[in-house]
């Protein structure tokens, strides 16, 4: 059972209805869970017209609370309707509602899911936008730049630390570890991502390069977020850190 989660915020203009009509009439076996984050345009409209296909709901915040608290609510929705007492393993993942990632690279994530989440003994699988000879991975010079540093940041002191933290694919294995992680509210917005790989067990995250990814203009991120971001940088740091050390004492 596999369940993908789509945050959506004032997205009216970047939704492509025809990838997503296509991606949703091709995977009917996928639970797509769209979560509108108080939008103030016509995207819950959108989204709702999505309910047509029988594998799509429709979660509706009533304010924005950031990209990491829409995909918090997504999983504890999926949690709450999937109880772990099923007999069939369950993934449960989000994915960017701007179309980067290509319909062949979101397939070949699912079907490496099983292999590593479901056979394997991986919690995570995520996604990676490396830029090597013979993939088509577009994206801007200077976001990459800024990208990179603040992985390398991030990365001192944390041997595990993903090549690209912030690609916008990621599935995980359902299971009560996921659960703890995701029952109380993340510390920051944009590296909530972090919060939760930092917080499963040593060795459980696997990471993939993708094939293809181009960059949608419209992000909502722009120079004057600067400041938070090196700011939570910093913080997320000291999250990781603290759940590091819990996994070697035992607390957990």
Known sequence: MISLIVPCYNEQRRLNIPYWHDLLA????????FVDDGSKDETLKILNSFETFPN???LALESNSGKGEAVRQGFLKVFQRTPLSISLP???GFLDCDGAFSHSDILNGIQL???VLVQGN???LISSRVKMLGRKIERSELRHFIGRLIATLISFGWSESPYDSQSGFKMFLMTDNLERIISKEFKTKWFFDLEILSGLQSGSIYEYPLNEWREINGSHLDFTSAPRIISEVFKVRNI????RREWINGSH
């Open 113 to 115: 899911s099983n292999e």
């Open 26 to 33: 091709k995977h009917s076996d996928i639970n797509f869970l």
């Open 90 to 92: 369950v993934i449960v």
């Open 56 to 58: 799509v709901k429709v």
């Open 122 to 124: 991986y919690e995570a």
């Open 240 to 243: 990781i850190k603290t759940n």
